[in-house]
């Protein structure tokens, strides 16, 4: 079984700061994989960042970066220099080649 | 870059009757998702598809629910005699042969009424 919890349903942040989404997860599978989504007010999901539960360093898509602590089962989101075009909902999943599980999100609002 | 492409954007559909949603993957991918997401909440696992068959379904996936490769390209998902409560946005994904991402298609928003 497996459980996503981000315990932030809504996120304020100021253009040009950086901020972080929180996610923690539990899962049975020795081997998983974390990501994250977004997904704007027109409804896509855009895939962002992946991390793999046996890669020793963290992961970085240009301005996002994946903040994996396996023993504290957590695998926060960090977007840097904030921009108007962050604004959506982001979600953190895990899970493997068959399915993926999702948190409930977090809504991000940057501010001019 | 390539992409998943769901077809039509919109449908809306009586309820009782069926519908049939539409997705082309990632030429390339070998696995085949289906994903729902209810107005305002998150996004729920429906199935998944691999070498021509089911590989794992979630208890929404029950018997109005079925997918189809009818051919190289396409992945379809049917839903038998709907529901006002099937009123969801429908998202296709593709993913290659080892654990990675999971690529999303843009979504099928369907409105029973």
């Known amino acids: 079984a497996q459980k996503i919890t981000q315990t932030q349903p809504g996120m304020f942040v100021q253009e040009k700061e950086a901020v972080t989404l929180d996610c923690t997860y539990d899962?049975?599978?020795?081997?998983?994989?974390l990501f994250w989504y977004k997904q704007p007010s027109s409804g896509e999901m855009i895939f962002l960042i992946y991390?793999?539960?046996?890669?020793?360093q963290n992961a970085t898509e240009g301005r996002y970066s994946l903040n994996f602590q396996k023993a504290r089962k957590s695998a926060n989101l960090v977007i840097s220099a904030s921009q108007l075009g962050d604004s959506a909902m982001y979600f953190c999943?895990?899970?493997?080649?068959?399915?993926?599980?999702f948190g409930s999100g977090t809504q991000l609002t940057v501010l001019p | 870059e390539p992409e998943v492409t769901q077809t039509p954007s919109h449908q809306v559909t009586q309820m009782g009757q069926e519908v049939i949603l539409r997705c082309v993957p990632i030429?390339?991918?070998?696995?085949f998702y289906w994903y729902r997401q209810i107005l305002g909440q998150k996004v729920e696992f429906l199935v998944s598809f691999y070498n021509n068959e089911i590989s794992e379904k979630s208890e929404i996936f029950d018997d109005q629910f079925s997918v189809e490769r009818p051919d190289g390209s396409n992945f379809t998902l049917k839903i038998r005699s709907t529901k006002l409560e099937d009123s969801a946005m429908y998202f296709c994904a593709s993913s290659p042969p080892l654990d990675q991402p999971q690529h999303f298609g843009d979504g099928t928003r369907l409105s029973i009424l």
């Open positions: 999943a895990t899970g493997s080649a068959r399915q993926l599980t």
């Open positions: 030429s390339n991918h070998l696995y």
């Open positions: 899962t049975s599978d020795q081997s998983y994989g």
């Open positions: 991390q793999g539960s046996y890669d020793e």
